[in-house]
């Protein structure tokens, strides 16, 4: 009883914010935040094309919060891999540098920046044009103008968002549905093996690495801590 008690207080933040994202998940409200995810998952397969030395010709992201990536090259294996991994461990990552340290003006802007030249050099398309400019303004304008709890509590909202993302959309895309035309059913019509064979694969990773991020990466408390001024001898 004590230690719940105690993770309770540690972490009810982040408690508080877990439910919030699942009360909403099926509102208009995170509808930005879930197209947001879909072009990290984008934006995953496009890396990973360059990475494994393919080009890529259009990245695009809709309203109805799908996407696509054309590309020449690469690793076929790899980038169709990417996708949810990738996704998953960008979520990953914006989530733990948000809980354990104090450099989330930075990497939010890393993310814009990331954003606004994937826009620039990729994207084709109106919607996706803007909202990819219009999501990197607002990361620079955030890490630049406003409070680095902020901030953190945006990286923490993207990172937690995606984590939760991943699984459920593989489970609903290649288990629940696997007659779609997923990453895991082009996967196994190039590679072989059943369609549920990737995506519970995949699945059991996502599982798998959100248990270890939050095993590890926690720590004793994650609770955003609010300051009105700068610490104690530290230069402005």
């Keep these: 009883m004590q230690q719940i008690k105690r993770f309770c207080v540690g972490h009810w933040q982040l408690m508080l914010l877990t439910g919030l994202i699942f009360a909403l998940w099926s509102t208009p409200v995170v509808i930005p935040l879930k197209i947001l995810i879909v072009l990290l998952h984008e ?19 809709n309203p109805q919060q799908g996407g696509e990536v054309l590309s020449r090259g690469g690793n076929r294996f ?20 948000a809980l354990r340290t104090n ?18 050099l990729y994207v084709r398309e109106l919607f996706a044009f803007a909202f990819g400019i219009v999501t990197g303004g607002l990361m620079i304008g955030s890490a630049k103008y406003m409070p680095l709890s902020l ?39 190039e590679f072989g093996g059943p369609t549920l064979f990737w995506g519970g694969a995949w699945f059991a990773i996502a599982l798998a690495v959100i248990g270890l991020c939050l095993r590890h990466g926690l720590g004793h408390d994650s609770n955003i801590k609010l300051r009105r001024g700068p610490p104690k001898n530290q230069r402005t």
């Design 78 to 97: 790899l980038t169709l891999s990417a996708g949810y991994c990738g996704s998953l461990m960008i979520g990953v990552t914006l989530f733990v540098l």
């Design 103 to 120: 450099w989330d003006r930075y990497v939010m802007t890393l993310l814009a920046g990331v954003i606004l030249v994937a826009t620039a």
């Design 151 to 189: 901030n953190d509590l945006v990286l923490r909202v993207i990172g937690l968002s995606s984590m939760i993302f991943v699984p459920y959309d593989i489970f609903s895309d290649t288990i629940a549905r696997s007659y779609l035309r997923s990453d895991a059913r082009m996967l196994a019509e």
């Design 43 to 61: 934006l995953s397969h496009a890396g990973m094309t360059l990475l494994t030395g393919g080009a890529v010709e259009s990245l695009s992201i």
